[in-house]
Antibody
Framework: QVQLQESGPGLVKPSEALSLTCTVS????????WNWIRQPPGKGLEGIGY???????NYNPSLESRVTISVDTSKNQFSLKLTSVTAADTAVYYC????????????WGQGTLVTVSS | AIRMTQSPSSLSATTGDRVTITCRAS??????LAWYQQKPGRAPKLLIY???TLQSGVPSRFSGSGSGADFTLTISCLQSEDFATYYC?????????FGQGTKVEIK
């Protein structure tokens, strides 16, 4: 059974960088795309970007200038860095898997709330 | 980016009801449409992909249809565990985008 688990600080100061890691267990990271998705409190879902096991990335243009996603297949982990955060970046951040056949998300982490506040 | 619009934004229903949620894309997306169910405090759960293919383990009372830009999620006989928020998502072109959600509440 594939499991994903987000980890990282729950509180980040404005203008600083948000960093999260997703640890994947139960399967190899090969052949899949690994995604970050966020959900502001009480609002809908927004895709942030994805990385393939080879390191190829694609980012949502609305966040592209501030986002970096990286992967460490030896640790079965991938990470998100979002710079210059503001209160608008306060959200539950999810990591999720999508298959080579398309961008549907079949496995999700439980999500982690990141609050941007001084 | 392709905009996904769901209707209604919320609905009230009773156990046993047939419920239909619609999703419209701002352009044609072929069959690259997925539906998710989300309960409070939980991650979304994939229900349907490819417009009409049920994800493994999802009850058959859920079904999806449509093509092009107009899609539908139907719950044939609403159960108590189905009260949740439902999202559509297109994966025809990046950035993959979601609808704003439809909350199914108890009448």
């Amino acid at each position: 059974q594939v499991q994903l688990q987000e980890s990282g600080p729950g509180l980040v100061k404005p203008s600083e960088a948000l960093s999260l890691t997703c640890t994947v267990s139960g399967d190899s990271m090969s052949k899949y795309y690994w995604n970050w998705i966020r959900q502001p409190p009480g609002k809908g879902l927004e895709g942030i970007g994805y990385i393939y096991h080879s390191g190829t990335t694609n980012y949502n243009p609305s966040l592209e200038s501030r986002v970096t996603i990286s992967v460490d297949t030896s640790k079965n982990q991938f990470s998100l860095k979002l710079t210059s955060v503001t209160a608008a970046d306060t959200a539950v951040y999810y990591c999720a898997r999508s298959g080579a056949a398309g961008g549907r998300f079949d496995y999700w982490g439980q999500g982690t709330l990141v609050t941007v506040s001084s | 980016a392709i905009r996904m619009t769901q209707s209604p934004s919320s609905l009230s229903a009773t156990t046993g009801d047939r419920v239909t949620i619609t999703c419209r894309a701002s352009q044609g997306i072929g069959s690259y449409l997925a539906w998710y169910q989300q309960k409070p405090g939980r991650a979304p759960k994939l229900l349907i992909y490819g417009t009409s293919t049920l994800q493994s383990g999802v009850p058959s009372r859920f079904s999806g249809s449509g093509s092009g830009a107009d899609f539908t999620l139907t719950i044939s006989c609403l159960q108590s565990e189905d009260f949740a928020t439902y999202y559509c998502q297109q994966y025809y072109s990046y950035p993959w985008t979601f609808g704003q959600g439809t909350k199914v509440e108890i009448k």
